[in-house]
């Protein structure tokens, strides 16, 4: 065969049967495995493909003489010769992609220690690049090692609980696989730590980083990191360590115990990224007045960042209820093209503080102000803010607003036409008080009448019950009143064209 072929025939084989996939595909699979029986050019392709992703090693112990027993468990019942491992070896070589799933008590533990015997020297699949560690089992993780070799740069691990055994297993992982780019262990906790810090230092080409508590030393090492694209940990010690993350194009997500121990922390921090998002975990009844004055002095260059979350991960009555004097500090983040605060009250910050962002910030595609909750606070803003927003910022795609959709004033005063956005595909007003569904209808129809509907929160107090009929109202209408507007508009410009054509006549 020319050179050429194989790599043509092996992508052929992959379209049967995709080496990466979510769900097993029985009939594609045994296609290729017919297919590697034909004849010899076809047998590697087919086989590379057909075991390049396991979701078990039950395929492998299978292969080399293995069996289950009465209670459905995985046994080699009989010593492995030399015939067996070179299966193995055969075999082993060509899995890219394992996953040890939580589902691994058909294992018994003697068929692990069996296959951590493997007599080649290194790891039992050399050619690994991406492992998924899913078991909780304590007498599997010693065995890790055996898994992780030069070649695996993915690494996601999934303990329910630690014990010195795994802390043990995961420190050391560094020089096993010091090429690692990925590595995910998101349910991490203080008492690991130190293990997982251990470990991270060590790798140095590190892309991805999902995991819990980090110590000093590891976060140091992390930030200095140019190659870094995403970035996940969680503070749990109140100390302000002293850090400078340098990793300008790494998105930063950073769980938070509350907005007060997030503010201590970042007094001798500096950032150099694009996309910080926090996500707070409880709210401790303060919010640091000068929390976002802190979080800009921790910005050399402020104008760079561009994406900016503080989200609330566990739902709770207390509200964060911000003001403009509060927010202004945002607006030296003049890049920003992503501002989520939904989760936050906004109903203090006023119209005057809209506009002045709409212009600090033109670039906005998304912006998030308090739409999320339930608030029974009467906000400030009004629909002189929105339409400020909708002047400035021609970029907004996605707009979440809580404001005032009543009118002290004829409705007609905001329909402004340089205030229209066509880009506008996701509105929200969450809880936001509205008197009269008509005129708002008519308003939100003539300046973003591309909206595929207006979002609004549901199933609230008796206080709010009211205020979602409204809002459904609106929704109801809207879609008819767009319509008809472009229709009225199609018709007066055909007449207005036939006035001018009989003129001319």
Not at 32 to 61: E, M, N, Y
Not at 114 to 139: A, H, M, Q, Y
Not at 155 to 163: A, H, I, K, V
Not at 377 to 382: D, E, N, V
């Amino acid at each position: 065969m020319h050179h050429w072929i194989p790599d043509v025939v092996q992508l052929i084989f992959e379209f049967v049967y995709a080496p990466i996939r979510t769900e097993e595909d029985r009939e594609g699979r045994a296609t290729i495995a017919g297919l590697a029986r034909t004849c010899r050019a076809f047998k590697d392709p087919a086989l590379d493909v057909l075991w390049a992703q396991l979701h078990s090693l039950d395929a492998l112990v299978l292969c080399s003489g293995g069996k289950r027993d009465g209670n459905n468990r995985l046994i080699w019942d009989r010593p492995l010769y030399d015939a067996d491992w070179r299966i193995l070896a055969q075999y082993g070589k060509r899995v890219r992609t394992l996953t040890i799933s939580p589902e691994s008590n058909t294992w018994d533990i003697s068929t692990m220690q069996l296959l951590s015997c493997f007599p080649v020297p290194g790891p039992i699949l050399p050619n690994l690049t991406k492992l998924n560690w899913l078991t909780d089992r304590e007498d599997f993780f010693p065995f890790l090692r055996r898994f992780c070799g030069p070649s695996l740069t993915a690494l996601g691990l999934s303990p329910m609980s630690w014990s010195v055994r795994k802390c043990a297993a995961i420190a050391s992982l560094a020089p096993s696989c010091p090429l690692l780019k990925e590595f995910t262990c998101v349910n991490a906790e203080d008492s690991s730590m130190q293990a997982i810090s251990e470990a991270v230092v060590g790798w140095n080409r590190l892309q991805v980083l999902h995991v819990g508590p980090l110590d000093e030393q590891a976060l140091t090492h992390v930030g200095s990191l140019k190659t870094l694209q995403d970035l996940r940990f969680c503070v749990s010690d109140i100390r302000s360590p002293v850090l400078d993350f340098s990793s300008p194009h790494a998105a930063m997500k950073i769980s938070i115990p509350s907005p007060s121990s997030f503010y201590t922390f970042i007094q001798n921090i500096h950032f150099s990224t694009q996309r910080l998002h926090l996500f707070c975990e409880r709210y401790d009844g303060m919010f640091p007045e000068h929390f976002f004055s802190r979080l800009k002095a921790c910005f050399r260059n402020p104008g760079e960042l561009l994406e900016l979350g503080v989200v609330k991960t566990i739902h709770h009555n207390r509200s964060i209820i911000l003001n403009s004097i509060m927010l202004r500090p945002l607006l030296s983040f003049k890049g920003l093209n992503y501002l989520n605060l939904a989760d936050l009250c906004t109903s203090h910050i006023d119209d005057t503080f809209l506009e002045e962002m709409a212009v600090s910030c033109p670039n906005l595609h998304d912006l998030y102000l308090g739409d999320k909750g339930r608030w029974l606070i009467a906000p400030r803003a009004t629909f002189d803010g929105v339409v400020s927003l909708l002047k400035h910022c021609h970029q907004l795609s996605s707009l979440g607003i809580f404001f005032s959709a009543t009118f002290t004033r004829d409705f007609t005063d905001v329909l402004r036409v340089d205030a229209i956005n066509l880009n506008i595909r996701n509105f929200s007003v969450g809880a936001s008080p509205i008197s009269d569904p008509m005129n708002v209808t008519v308003v939100l129809s003539s300046l973003i009448p591309n909206a595929i509907c207006i979002n609004h929160c549901a199933q609230g107090s008796a206080e709010l019950r009211e205020m979602e009929e409204r809002w459904d109202t609106v929704n109801a209408w809207f879609k008819p009143f767009v319509s008809a507007r472009k229709h009225s508009w199609e018709q007066g410009w055909l007449e207005g064209k036939a006035v001018v054509k009989n003129e001319k006549a």
